[in-house]
């Protein structure tokens, strides 16, 4: 088994998963999420805005089956839009339809969303569908198909290594995007499992979206893609306000602000709360060295 496979398995794990709820933040967790509460993470988002740095803020959580808890997930998230107006911060909203109940029900979830992104509208606040595995794909577009008949406040994400990623694109070129790799484990019935196949489909997304005109999220921590964009971008005169660059919160944190200084816009992706455990495990999984941070922290006690 590699060790791609043991992190990915570890953050599928419900039994950690609640012991972590319990715990805190812990194993390193906390230099890569923005505290376990509203305030630390508003707190976050000021630091980041002082360099010029949007946000789009994350309410840790996903894979939910009580209804309980997709509610208070649901009341979780109306009180960051409206902590984003009170504090009047740079930011908008990434959300996991999983979080919010699709696999208790598709009309609960949908009626949960629906609550949070007229809210959202309500306030000019952006409100973005993360996009999870591919179980879960085919009825996050249908939500995101029917929620944009009556807003237009919404966007999604589209994962490079699924086969059928092109054919999204192409459906979805009207609308904001951000452009992803992908995270979880997928057959090679749906995705690419070669890092050279997923890296060539990534940039003929990222191209095909800024060519479309509108507004692209270049979601990665891959300078190679990064310095192929900066190039693409000059070639193709694409303006600047077209798209940005967004990394995770506490990953490369100098390129960050060095990507915000030379004048790109720029947007971290701010997770915070206590449902931390599997979000971490899946970056432990996409890069080993990130235990580094882990054997810091410990040591750093
Ligand atoms: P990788 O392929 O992990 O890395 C490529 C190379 O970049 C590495 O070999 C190394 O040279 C360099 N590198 C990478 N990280 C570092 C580092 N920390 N320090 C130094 N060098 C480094 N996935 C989803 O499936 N759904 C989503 O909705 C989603 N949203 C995301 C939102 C954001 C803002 C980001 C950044 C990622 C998101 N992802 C999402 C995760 C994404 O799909 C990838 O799994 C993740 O970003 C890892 O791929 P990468 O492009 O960063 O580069």
């Excluded at 789009?56 to 984003?84: C, S, W």
Aim: aromatic residues 12%.
């Amino acid at each position: 088994m590699s060790l791609k496979d043991f992190f990915i398995g570890m953050s599928q794990n419900q039994f950690l998963n609640s012991a972590a709820k319990k715990y805190g933040l812990k194993l390193g967790a906390q230099s890569v999420v923005a505290g376990t509460n509203i305030q630390e993470m508003i707190q976050s988002v000021k630091e980041l805005n002082a360099q010029g740095i949007s946000a789009t803020i994350d309410n840790l959580g996903e894979f939910v089956y009580e209804e309980e808890e997709a509610l208070k997930a649901k009341n979780q998230i109306l009180e960051v839009i409206e902590a984003i107006k009170i504090n009047d911060i740079d930011a908008h909203i990434s959300l996991k339809p999983t979080q919010l109940g699709l696999d208790i029900d598709y009309e609960f979830c949908r009626k949960n969303l629906r609550e949070i992104v007229s809210k959202a509208y309500e306030y000019g606040i952006f409100i973005n569908f993360d996009m999870e595995d591919y179980g879960h794909l085919k009825p996050s577009f249908d939500l995101l198909d029917e929620l944009s008949k009556d807003y237009d406040n919404i966007g999604t994400v589209i994962q490079a290594y699924f086969y059928e990623s092109i054919k999204n694109i192409e459906k979805y070129k009207d609308y904001r995007l951000r452009i992803v790799k992908g995270a979880y484990k997928e057959p090679e019935t749906v995705a690419f499992q070669d890092k050279k196949d997923i890296d060539q489909n990534f940039l003929k997304l990222i191209e095909y979206h800024l060519l479309s005109g509108k507004f692209t999220s270049i979601a990665t921590h891959d300078h190679r893609i990064i310095n192929h964009v900066k190039q693409f971008v000059q070639e193709n005169n694409i303006p600047l306000d077209k798209f940005e660059f967004q990394m995770l919160y506490g990953f490369r944190k100098e390129m960050q602000i060095e990507l915000a200084k030379e004048g790109y816009n720029f947007c971290t992706y701010v997770p915070f709360g206590d449902d931390w455990y599997g979000y971490y495990m899946r970056r432990l999984a996409e890069r080993p060295q990130n235990m580094n941070l882990v054997v810091k922290q410990v040591f750093n006690k």
